[in-house]
């Protein structure tokens, strides 16, 4: 008679990888949370025409200043512009700047860090050229730059990624200080491997989880540093609806229509808050460390 021995059968990969992420949401509820606030944010940008059909420039003096109702549903500005179709158009501008700024910086903090982290002749001119950066506040910085340059989106863009380098250029060096002293590091320099092939293979990957988390901060901050633009008149034209320039605009009227400011800023704050949760939650879901006290 003949034995049949069982031979264990492998789950489907994609069954376990969906496990491991709803595990992951399990352990990490604020990605989970932050993930569907930000979702929503953005399927809100993504189809503003159609959710709000009407025009945000379209102006209308006969219903100037009225209060939320049926008809309109955040209320009108001094113009009597619909304020609901002015704040979901006004969201795309937030979250391109936003996403722009975060992938410019980061690209660009990551290829300076590298080199600042690898090649100690560079490192110190490189290090204080950050740290001067780094010396002028954000806001202030950005606000010379805007007063140089013409006020357009892309240039919002630039004036609020060259503050946000610096911290991604510290970050990536940071990390590679703490690898390029590993064994394994010097057993690579040991057999000739190339400088760029180290950089490469063990340099690299190893700051992509921070960079992850680092983006989102950046994204959060950058979107509220437009809005503060907009808001001192630096920012994006005001032709341009967004929330920054639409509580600039309504600040005079703050005593008698409130909701002109009220859902800007509250969309602002949801924004933010959603990016600062998605960010955290990663950090806790990338950092072995917790991993380990889960």
Known sequence: MIDVVPVA???????????????????????????????????????APLIATGDPQSLNPAKRL?????????????YGRDVFTRTLHGSRISLIVGSLVSLVSISLGLGIGLVAGSVRVVDGVVMRVMDGLMAIPDILL???????????????????????????????????????????????????????????????????????????????????????????????????????????????????????ILFPGMFLAMTVLAVNLLGDGLRDALDPRLRRRM
């Open 9 to 47: 059968v492998d789950e489907p990969t994609g069954r376990s990888r969906l496990s491991e992420v709803r595990g992951c949401l399990r352990r990490n509820p604020t990605v989970a949370i932050g993930s569907a606030m930000l979702l929503a944010i953005v399927l809100m940008a993504i189809f």
């Open 66 to 78: 009225r209060p939320p109702s049926g008809e309109f549903w955040f209320g009108t500005d001094m």
């Open 142 to 260: 950005a606000i010379a730059l805007m007063a140089v340059i013409r006020p357009s989106v892309s240039n919002v863009v630039i004036a609020i990624t060259i503050p946000q380098v610096p911290r991604v250029v510290r970050l990536v060096r940071s990390v590679v200080i703490s690898i390029r002293e590993r064994p394994y590091v010097e057993a690579a320099h040991s057999i000739g491997t190339t400088s760029r092939r180290i950089m490469t293979r063990h340099l690299l990957p190893n700051t992509i989880a921070p960079l992850i988390v680092q983006a989102t901060y950046t994204g959060a901050a950058a979107v509220l540093t437009e809005a503060g633009l907009s808001f001192l008149g630096a920012g994006s034209p005001p032709n341009i609806p967004s929330w920054g320039n639409m509580m600039a605009e309504g600040r005079s009227y703050f005593q008698i229509a409130i909701w002109i």
